[in-house]
């Protein structure tokens, strides 16, 4: 059965800093762990995801022991001579329960296929982390009108190791429209509902987020699509008032 969570996931990316780490989760902690939505909803909980730069979350576990700390992204292996990268083991020996995998700022400035992917995935699961898989079109499919078919490839590659190596393990499914990432530019209610339907009928348990250009004002609109279990944000979720409207939207406050 899918849980009745909002996810709000922020991706900090490589921005953000100390200071600004402390001015976020001080404001935020105790709104998102376990606050309920509405009497109607009951069993909702509004669970923010924070996903900082890999060199604050030590930091930010030690001062926030409760908060659910992301990382951005992992290695597929689980160690060994690979400068620079981070292993989903470091990640959960610094307290991360979660990690972005598939963002496409990695398949493009880093080459990540879906087979690399899937492969990540499936050591974060080994490692004890729930995987936050990334899908979405390029402009150029969007306007052909491949998006469908561009998805349920990314999606059928970069689960496949989950599928199977892995059964029951629980994991989340983003979708991103590259064209809508940093542009101002978000996909139509309608096209995001119509993914969102696309891909629930092949993951009828996995929480869904829409992510690219959410901001304050169409973070109300996007958040009560029929499948949409929360959202995937960049921007907006280094701005404390900006986001502090996000998770209201998402019922947090
Ligand atoms: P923006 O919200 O800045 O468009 O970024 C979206 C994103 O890439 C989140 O992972």
Request: aromatic share 6%; proline share 5%.
């Amino acid at each position: 059965m899918l849980n009745q969570n909002t996810y709000i996931v922020s991706n900090w990316k490589m921005n953000g800093t100390n200071a600004l780490m402390h001015d976020m989760v001080k404001t935020f902690i105790e709104k998102t762990v376990t606050k309920k939505v509405t009497p109607e909803s009951a069993h909702t909980n509004v669970s923010w995801i924070f996903c900082p730069p890999a060199s604050l979350l030590t930091e930010t576990k030690r001062h926030y022991p409760t908060i659910n700390l992301g990382g951005q992204d992992c290695h597929p292996k689980r160690a060994g001579a690979f400068t620079g990268d981070i292993s989903a083991l470091l990640l959960k020996e610094s307290g991360v329960y979660y990690v972005i995998i598939g963002h496409s700022e990695r398949r493009q400035h880093h080459n990540e296929s879906n087979a690399i992917i899937a492969e990540k995935a499936c050591m974060a699961i080994e490692c004890g982390l729930i995987p936050i898989i990334c899908i979405g079109e390029s402009e150029e499919n969007y306007i052909k009108g491949q998006t469908l078919a561009v998805l349920n490839d990314q999606l059928t590659e970069s689960l496949s190791g989950i599928r199977q190596h892995i059964t029951q393990a629980p994991f989340i499914v983003a979708y991103e429209p590259i064209w809508a990432i940093g542009t101002g530019k978000t996909a139509t209610l309608t096209d995001i509902e119509k993914v969102h339907s696309f891909l629930r009928k092949q993951l009828p348990d996995t929480p869904l987020l829409y992510g690219g250009s959410v901001t304050a004002s169409n973070a109300g609109d996007i958040l009560p699509i029929p499948h949409v279990n929360g959202v995937l944000v960049g921007d907006a979720s280094l701005k404390v008032d900006e986001f502090k409207a996000i998770l209201e939207a998402a019922g947090a406050y």
